[in-house]
């Protein structure tokens, strides 16, 4: 049974590798395994609900992604949620390309009769980058080290948007910025 769904930003090659960087190190460090372990791609997450049509929407998304061209994307710092699953992240700079994307989507959506949940409305939502889920209190600060030494800013591009189905993690499809509507 799916806990629910995800349309995600997806980085060109060299950023998306610079993420599994800090994956790995993580995870050769015995300190987070979670992303690899669902199989998760690096990536940011632009909306998430409980329920969605993917069926329905796919050709709408398809649309809506075709006419957007790939986003500069810099993340220039590290963070963390005050919540009990203790996310480590990068954030990006809020760039106003990155921001319109997401809401541009989100209006998209609510035409479709989509609601948008309270952290994905445009007033609150906040785009990070998870690197690392349900980080031991006793390791928090090793973790921070960890994503100190990546050197920031790290630099790329948002280049596709999918949607997935969790947990695990299951993409449902996914099209590149800028796509052709061809197929």
Known sequence: MSEGYAIELYFDPALENQVLKAWNVFARRQISTKLINTESRPHITLFSTS???????????????????PISISFS????????????FLSPTP???????????????????????????????????????????????????VLRDLKLPVNGYGMEIGL??????????????????ES
């Open 77 to 88: 710092t590290i963070g963390t949620f005050s919540s009990d699953n203790n996310v480590l």
């Open 95 to 145: 760039s106003l390309s990155l921001l319109q994307l997401q809401s541009q989507l989100c209006d998209m959506l609510k035409k479709e009769s989509v609601e948008i949940g309270e952290d994905y409305r445009v007033d609150s939502w906040v785009p990070f980058c998870p690197v690392a889920l349900d980080v031991p209190k006793s390791r928090m600060a090793e973790a921070f080290s």
């Open 164 to 181: 997935v189905e969790f947990s695990p993690v299951r993409e449902v499809f996914s099209f590149p910025l800028g796509n052709t509507l």
């Open 51 to 69: 329920f969605f049509d993917s069926t329905r929407l796919e050709s709408v998304i398809k649309n809506f992604v075709s006419k957007q061209e």
